[in-house]
């Protein structure tokens, strides 16, 4: 697994950045992360968050072995490479996308309240977004319930016209919600979006005890001891602490694509 480090400049519908060169785990450390051990597929029964995952970090033993990036902690897989889009105006990290087998996800958790529940408003919010981008929706049942499919107007590097095509899932949590954005095959083909719906269910969020309100995006940090590479990455094939750091105060809005 890898790191790769990018820029986001504003919070508008944009082009993937590079899939980073892929590295394999060594076997002692596949090991390790081998030991960590999904929350039970929900494919046979009706989905449940808090048996099902993403789980709260008051629903799991213990945190050992994860990759952590403060608010999320991520299972290692082989194969796996992990990009940490950075606010270019800020320096700060907004978001981690997985890129693993041609598709990626992008992930954030947000701060929620502990009675009001994120996800409805806020795939009415992204209808309205991408409407106004030109683009279309369609809501789906999926693993965690109801998903937002959205299709934006786009120009491919040859000059001819497409779509970008983005898959929305949503989960909230206690006192926090989580999205995650599935782009590449894994947003139209369910069996290329098998690995990476597994990394999502796998997923710890720290929520911190640091009162926030709604929507305010939870902390994000740089591994500790990063390094970047000759190609922006950073080794982590690892379990991994997080860096110290000041509470992030405001991040994109929560309908952004990409």
Known sequence: MAFGFGKKKKNSVNDSEEIQTETGAPEGNANQAASLSLPPNP???AYERSVHG????SEVPATDGYVDLGALLV????????????EESTSRVIAVTLDLNGSSLQLQAFAASRSEK???DIREQIGLSVGSQGGEIEILDGTFGKEVLAKVPAQASDGSKGFRVARFIGVDGPRWFLRGVLGGTAAVDSDAAK???????????????????PRDLLLLRLPKDAV???QGQVAADHATPAQGGEPFRRGPEITAIG
């Open 43 to 45: 494919a046979d029964t």
């Open 54 to 57: 993403p789980l709260d970090e």
């Open 75 to 86: 299972t290692p897989r082989e194969g796996l490479s992990l990009r940490l889009e950075v």
């Open 118 to 120: 994120l996800w409805r």
């Open 195 to 213: 690995d990476l719906e597994d990394l999502f269910r796998g997923v710890v969020v720290v929520r911190g005890e640091t009162p926030l309100p």
């Open 228 to 230: 970047a590479g000759p």
